[in-house]
């Protein structure tokens, strides 16, 4: 914590996460300083501080997010050596108040079969199968061509198995005639009492049969 006059005025906080091959050897940091004390050297020496527990933990990799419209924030960490790889989109729901679409939950499409995560055995081959869906459902993403890296099945295995902040429980998958065809994963953010919603979607010739309905409404339970 960063006080001034005994105000608490700014935040680092370290946490441990993969790397790009899925290694826990990175520290994801995060810098908070309120606006008006900003560009006094306070998020400089709450990084330093951060980047000396990471380093005392033994973690050598370093990752960040910003917001577009923090004033600063790119600047602040390309100064310090970072160099950005992906922008995200993010959409804010308050999962106690959120009704959705007023709806009852939809009954399954014809001849399309859901299972959550605590449903499935996390075998390798399930771990492949997702492979394949998410790669196919990823082809379809507009993705800026210099902001998506393409990972392989083994990364992708490693990355998901050792991810501390993948919820398992919070997948939805999706499946005609056995055939994986959509998914839904959530993923904890900060403290664990926010989840974000990671990568959803339904292959093409699957689209428009329900099925984004259905993952619509396992978000809110």
Do not use: C
């Amino acid at each position: 914590m960063a006080e001034v006059d005994g105000r608490v005025v700014g935040r680092a906080d370290v946490e441990q996460t993969a790397n790009a091959v899925g290694n826990e050897t990175t520290a994801l940091i995060g810098i908070y300083v309120l606006p008006a004390y900003r560009n006094r050297g306070i998020g400089s020496s709450l990084y330093e501080t951060a980047n000396a527990a990471a380093l005392e933990k033994g973690l050598t990799g370093r990752r960040a997010w910003y917001r577009e419209d923090s004033e600063g924030a790119l600047g602040f960490l390309e100064a310090r050596g970072f160099a950005r790889q992906l922008r995200t989109r993010e959409y804010v729901l308050d999962g106690l108040t959120a009704s959705g679409s007023g709806e009852p939950v939809p009954e399954s499409p014809r001849q399309i079969e859901f299972a959550s995560g605590r449903e499935m055995a996390w075998t390798d081959e399930l771990w492949r199968e997702l492979f394949g869906l998410e790669t196919a459902i990823n082809r379809d993403v507009p993705y800026p061509e210099d902001e998506y890296t393409a990972i392989d099945v083994n990364q992708f295995i490693s990355q998901r198995t050792g991810a501390t902040d993948f919820i398992r429980d919070g997948y939805l998958l999706a499946r005609s005639q056995g055939e994986p065809v959509g998914s839904l994963s959530l993923w904890y953010l900060g403290n664990r009492s926010t989840a974000s919603i990671g990568l959803v979607g339904v292959l093409p010739k699957f689209r428009k049969k329900g099925i984004a309905r259905r993952f619509d409404r396992h978000v809110y339970r």
